[in-house]
């Protein structure tokens, strides 16, 4: 297991290694996706047994992956 952004691991044994918020085996990307679809924190949190906190934690973790991102324009 390996802490990649504070609340997010990767572990090989968890969902083959995809990004996971730390103390479940809930994806980043699943959480992401849910939100950017609409839903509130408050469903996150009972839905997935999250902390408010830990939800924070995976759009902390998207803000930190899409700041290193480059994007080369096409003219």
């Known amino acids: ?3 990649i ?3 997010i691991i990767i572990d090989p044994e968890i969902r ?3 990004p996971v918020i730390k103390g479940t085996r809930v994806p980043a990307d699943i959480l ?3 939100l950017a ?3 509130i924190h408050e469903e996150l949190m009972q839905e997935y047994d999250l902390t408010r906190e830990q939800i ?8 930190a ?7 080369r324009a096409i003219l």
């Not at 924070?56 to 803000?63: G, T």
């Not at 992956?65 to 994007?71: A, F, P, T």
């Open 32 to 34: 992401l996706g849910k």
């Open 5 to 7: 952004s504070p609340g």
């Open 56 to 63: 924070f934690a995976a759009l902390r973790y998207a803000a």
């Open 1 to 3: 297991m390996r802490e």
């Open 65 to 71: 992956v899409l700041s290193e991102e480059r994007v």
């Open 16 to 18: 083959g290694g995809k």
């Open 37 to 39: 679809g609409g839903a």
